[in-house]
């Protein structure tokens, strides 16, 4: 059974850091490249970062760069996204997948996680 399980998230101010984790089960995590998703009120799904299975790939959404970095620990089935300089407009559901190989229709989610920045 595959699982997605985040954790972290919550209500921080603007200017101020979260950090969300993603701990995966039920499938090879290590032969999958890895993703962040967000989606705030009234707007749809956006990717926000993803990261390769070896680390030698690494993207940002322009919205986040410098800001937000993902990161994982095959060891631990876990990808992260670390988010600093937290704006409102950030405020939104984050949610972890995994990125689908070619050909094939083996996307997870996570549960989802509520980022509100404000003061």
């Known amino acids: 059974q595959v699982q997605l399980v985040q954790s972290g998230g919550g209500l921080v101010q603007p200017g101020g850091s979260l950090r969300l984790s993603c701990v995966a089960s039920?499938?090879?995590?290590?032969?999958?490249?890895m993703s962040w998703h967000r989606q705030a009120p009234g707007k749809e799904r956006e990717l926000v970062a993803t990261i390769s299975t070896g680390d030698v790939s690494i993207y940002h959404a322009l919205a986040v760069k410098g800001r937000f970095t993902i990161s994982r620990d095959n060891a631990r089935s876990t990808v992260n996204l670390q988010m600093n300089s937290l704006k409102p407009e950030d405020t939104a559901v984050y949610y972890c997948?995994?990125?689908?190989?070619?050909?094939?229709?083996?996307?997870?989610w996570g549960q989802g996680t509520q980022v509100t920045v404000s003061s």
């Open positions: 997948s995994n990125v689908p190989k070619i050909g094939t229709k083996d996307l997870y």
């Open positions: 039920g499938f090879t995590f290590s032969s999958y490249a």
